[in-house]
């Protein structure tokens, strides 16, 4: 990890929900912003309201993930890049990938680790990683029921485009 990715990044506890765990993001400077502006607001809300706010942001998210067309040649070229990166650090993260999809300005990427602990202590070896693919990263790690079973999670990527090759 290079120092300007740690300026880069933000821990989003609020995202993570009451029941533990954590969130990250990459290049979400306005995102960070907006939260900053509300954390007078969220301190007046329980843990269990932030929790519920936190699973709507992400699931919406991913509903818009879901709806955003697909450009078969950007998502084509965007995913078999960004796979390649993630698998080339798979090893040093503890993790298995299980999965790469784009669409035309998004990505989903898919991780297993053997256990949440694992999770927790690699996820920044892929969340830091400089990718070929330039977009804002968030990856939730809300707490399993059993953190002993293999833990999958998936960082969404937003508003990406792809870096030209020097």
């Known amino acids: 990890m290079g120092p300007r990715a740690d300026r880069r990044f933000r821990l989003l506890p609020a995202l993570a929900g009451a029941a533990g765990g954590l969130a990250v993001a990459l290049g979400a400077s306005a995102a960070v912003t907006r939260l900053g502006e509300h954390r007078a607001a969220r301190a007046a809300r ?5 929790a519920a706010e936190a699973r709507q942001r992400r699931s919406e998210a991913m509903a818009a993930f879901q709806r955003e067309r697909v450009n078969e040649d950007w998502a084509r070229e965007a995913s078999a890049r960004i796979a390649a990166r993630l698998r080339g650090v798979s090893t040093h ?7 790469v999809e784009c669409r035309s300005t998004s990505c989903l990427a898919t991780f297993d680790w053997p256990d949440y602990q694992t999770a927790s202590d690699r996820y920044t070896v892929a969340l830091y990683e400089l990718m070929p693919v330039n977009c804002t990263r968030v990856l939730a790690l809300p707490r399993p029921a ?6 999958r999670a998936s960082m969404l990527m937003t508003g990406c485009h792809i870096r030209e090759e020097p």
Do not use: R, V
């Open 46 to 50: 329980s843990p269990a309201e932030l």
């Open 93 to 99: 993260g503890q993790y298995q990938l299980a999965g």
């Open 146 to 151: 059993d953190p002993n079973q293999t833990y």
